[in-house]
């Protein structure tokens, strides 16, 4: 029962990172005063279903000079670490809920910037490296504040457990209390899951498209679904960590679709930072005041 309920976990997971991809060009339609995907089924419904079959089904084409190894092999990796992030959800039966949630998703979400600098570099492409360097540089800057961030939290519930968070607000949720971590939380998001207006490594005016530029097909599939399985994963992390996570409630799920409706949101109204200015946020502003929030909350603990 546990390898058929991850079996299925899997299939969902996968199931609603197509749907999500419907939303979000939906949605992007309609801020640009425009129709998304509506033509293919009821209202569109179909559209993921014929994109997957349409880029699964395109020619697998390679760069020559690539280390075809790492370069094959790499985007099937990020995929099954995104995957591997769903284990820390909490679930209640026949799954694996443990204890040191926090750190297991710190642990594998720190793994991906390897994956990440083996795209750009497998491709042998200069604008692919250009890409992952630049991804990698912002993801280790945001991972430390995102870090940060966790710790205030587990000194506050005194636990690295997810299931925890949901019993420490009962009463009141911690984003009442902790507003200034929440939202550099939700900008580091942006920045380690590489989403506009942070989305440095996919550059189209300087890097055209970044460390994926040489992949096709199935490759770019992989890295594509990866993506939005993260993002869909961490706007739950974001709601159990600050918006009451209590999984058993309607609620939660309502929260989650909006902060993941946040994303597109900001994709679609904001224009690319520029990356001096990404860096001197990440070290000279979310730094400061995360390392004293830090301190302020190991004190009351």
Known sequence: MYYLCFLLLIVIVLVEVSFF??????????????????????????????????????????????????????????????????????????????????????????????????????????????GSLRGVAQTISYEVNMIIVLMSVVFLIQSFNLLELSVSQLYVWFIVFMSPLTFILMTSLFAETNRSPFDFAEGESELVSGFNIEYSGGGFSFIFMSEYSSIMFVSLVLDMLFLGGNMSSFMFFLNSVFIMYLFIWVRGSFPRYRYDKLMGLAWSVYLPISLNMLVFFMSLS
């Not at 075809?68 to 985007?75: E, I, K, Q, R, T």
């Not at 995929?79 to 642990?107: A, D, E, Q, R």
């Not at 979400?109 to 200069?126: D, E, Q, R």
Request: overall charge positive; proline content about 5%.
């Open 21 to 130: 991809t419907l939303f979000e060009r939906s949605v992007l339609g309609y801020l640009q005063g425009r129709k998304g995907p509506n033509k293919l089924g009821y209202l569109g419904i179909m559209q993921p279903f014929g994109d997957a079959i349409k880029l699964f089904s395109s020619e697998f084409i390679r760069p020559l000079v690539s280390n075809y190894g790492v370069y094959l092999h790499a985007p099937m990796l990020g995929m099954i670490l995104s995957l591997m992030l769903w284990l820390v959800y909490p679930f209640f039966f026949l799954m694996s809920t443990f204890m040191y949630g926090l750190l297991y998703f710190v642990c594998v979400s720190s793994i991906n910037v390897y994956v990440l600098l083996a795209f750009g570099w497998s491709s042998n492409s200069v604008y692919g490296m250009l």
